[in-house]
């Protein structure tokens, strides 16, 4: 215990990390490191249960102890059934969920980006109200935005239609508030005033060097686009009845539904929920260290 | 090159300070904000005025079969939704959901974002990557996997056994733990980023002080992290208020939640009547209170999160 009160000046510190200071004591160190593994069982348990269950059979799945295998393992004659059941929809599904989640996060991304860029290297009138309006736009709830849209949309002809889900989706206020904020702290003026000097246009400043300086921003909108579109559930609810079109979340959200009338949809709706979680957290390892810096910039301005 | 380094300096000053000079770049400012601009106004500023001008409308019949006709109906329709007793009690469903689940999650974000920017922890990135990890899961399918979850039939866990939790007594709670499962993660990652971007030299001289890490945690981290604790306040206040993918899809499951459950879940089941004027009266009133509740909430803590 004496040494916790007067620590050697000399001793190596073993954990001499960021945010580092003198040597901890044991107890803290098993103290927190056990309150983080409670909290890692909670949060990766059901996951865990997720792939364990879709490696399951009809009857295994309710006979077994849920936590772990059993044989028969068929996870792989399960995927490939989910995949072919009914011509491929749940494949159809995923297809539309990555087109709508891809293509609305890559242009939203995009126009928020401009929009931000501007918003933060331009001085002209109007520019604050420009702003807060679109800020505005952040707490508007989403749902409050499906109904007045379906009503729009079904005045031209769009509702069950892959731009009534689409279209909406190009729309990120938030990513334009990340962006300036950004753009702000990211483009050193001088720089865009030496682009200028040498001939270049406003757009090839912003394209050829803005862009590169905003990239851990541009992930950040992408991702945070991305992930809002993947989770869409009200909007393609509300607008389509085609189940050709359907989104994962609503695909799946249906078949569950008519469980109890057709129970052999229950091992479709785990392993389908299983292959559906898979392409965000490849993406969320994948791309982590990008989204972390830029999540910093929004998280303390 | 060499130009190029020179000249900033004489041309910053004149950009900002006079106010009547003219605007410069006036094309490469429209160009860039014309494609989002244009965007939010259909899809955003477009519904949000066509909602307000649909709540002010009201249907009527000739007759109990004769032909509907959309006439103006003053404020009618907020008359109804004054009057309703389901959207009052599901706004106080979220809000009773909101005081006690929000503060219990955005509590544990803290922890362990303190606990991940600490040295007292080991193996810190793959926890954080774990407590995050659910954040991949869209909220509909953690319902869907959270309801198997709750049955015994298909549960690992005894306790479904005794314990209903999709019981009329326990499903809010059952929702709350869905919620914080998902959401947990992404607020403690917003934290902890705040936390990991302060300068460590503030925290040497309370080091020399003898301050501990606890005391550190308490009296320096957490009051400069405030801001982005408000902003995970605000984004939780918003978030609660529009609940609607994880009950909706409890509905399917189990007869205690209504279709009327949470406000959005009014706004929708009076659309499918369908009754679009009271509909988008209600969502009005939605969207008003979520305003309203996140200004007060930023006004009181006097932060500027967003800025």
Not at chain 2, 218 to 226: A, E, N, R
Request: proline fraction near 6%; aromatic fraction near 14%; include cysteine.
């Amino acid at each position: 215990m004496s040494s916790d009160v007067m620590p050697a000046p000399t001793a190596p510190d073993p954990t001499a990390a960021k945010g580092g200071g003198p040597r901890e004591r044991p107890l803290s160190v098993v103290l927190a490191t056990g309150g983080l593994v409670v909290a890692a069982i909670y949060f990766l348990v059901p996951i865990w249960w997720l792939v364990v269950a879709s490696s399951k059979s009809q009857a295994t799945l309710v006979t077994t102890n849920g936590l772990w295998f059993a044989q028969p393992f068929q996870l792989f004659s399960n995927v490939s059934n989910l995949f072919a059941f009914r011509d491929g929809l749940y494949v159809r599904w995923l297809i539309n969920s990555v087109g709508y989640a891809v293509l609305g996060a890559a242009f939203g991304t995009l126009f928020a980006t401009m929009a931000g860029y501007a918003l933060a290297k331009y001085v002209f009138r109007g520019r604050e109200v420009v702003f807060n309006l679109i800020l505005g736009g952040v707490l508007v709830p989403a749902t409050a935005l499906a109904l007045p849209l379906f009503l729009m949309f079904s005045q031209v002809g769009l509702v069950n239609t892959y731009w009534a889900v689409l279209l909406p989706s190009l729309v990120s206020p938030f990513g334009v508030y990340l962006a300036r904020i950004y753009a702000a702290a990211s483009v050193p003026e001088p720089l865009l005033e030496a682009a200028r000097l040498d001939g270049a246009s406003e757009f090839r400043a912003f394209f050829v060097i803005a862009l590169r300086l905003m990239k851990p921003a541009l992930v950040t909108i992408f991702l945070f686009q991305f992930v809002v579109i993947w989770n869409n559930f009200f909007l393609p609810l509300v607008m389509l009845s085609n189940e050709r079109l359907f989104p994962i979340t609503l695909g799946l959200y249906t078949w569950n539904s008519s469980i109890n009338q057709a129970p052999e949809l229950r091992l479709f709706v785990i392993v389908g929920s299983l292959v559906s979680i898979l392409p965000l957290l490849i993406a969320f390892l994948g791309l982590q260290r990008f989204w972390q810096s830029g999540l910093s910039a929004g998280g303390v301005k | 090159m060499t130009t190029a380094t020179a000249a900033p300096v004489a041309e910053m000053p004149p950009v900002k300070s006079r106010k009547r000079e003219p605007t410069k770049h006036k094309a490469a400012i429209v160009g860039f904000l014309a494609p989002f601009v244009v965007l939010f106004t259909l899809f955003y500023a477009l519904p949000v005025l066509y909602a307000l001008y649909q709540s002010f409308f009201k249907t009527v019949r000739q007759g109990t079969f004769g032909p509907a006709t959309s006439v103006f109906g003053g404020f009618d329709q907020y008359q109804r939704v004054f009057a309703s007793s389901e959207f009052w009690s599901s706004i106080g469903r979220v809000l009773l959901l909101f005081i006690v689940q929000v503060p219990i999650m955005l509590g544990l974000a803290l922890v362990f974002a303190l606990l991940l920017d600490s040295t007292v922890a080991k193996g810190k990135k793959f926890f954080r990557l774990a407590i995050f990890a659910p954040y991949a899961v869209p909220g509909v399918i953690a319902a869907i996997m959270w309801g198997f979850l709750y049955v015994p039939s298909l549960s690992p866990f005894g306790i479904t056994e005794s314990v209903d939790f999709l019981g009329s007594g326990l499903i809010l709670w059952s929702i709350a733990n869905v919620i914080t499962w998902v959401f947990c993660g992404y607020n403690m990652l917003i934290i902890f980023s705040a936390l990991q971007a302060i300068p460590q030299e503030i925290f040497e001289a309370a080091r020399t002080d003898g301050a501990g890490q606890f005391r550190i945690a308490w009296s320096i981290k957490i009051p400069i992290v405030l801001p982005a604790i408000i902003l995970t306040f605000v984004f939780s206040i918003i978030g609660t208020l529009q609940l609607f993918n994880e009950p909706q899809v409890f509905r399917t499951i189990t007869s205690s939640v209504s279709s009327n459950y949470t406000p959005n879940m009014v706004v929708y089941s009076t659309s499918i009547v369908p009754n679009y004027n009271l509909s988008a009266a209600y969502s009005v009133v939605l969207a008003l209170s979520t305003f309203v509740l996140s200004f007060v909430f930023l006004k009181v803590t006097q932060k500027r999160a967003f800025a």
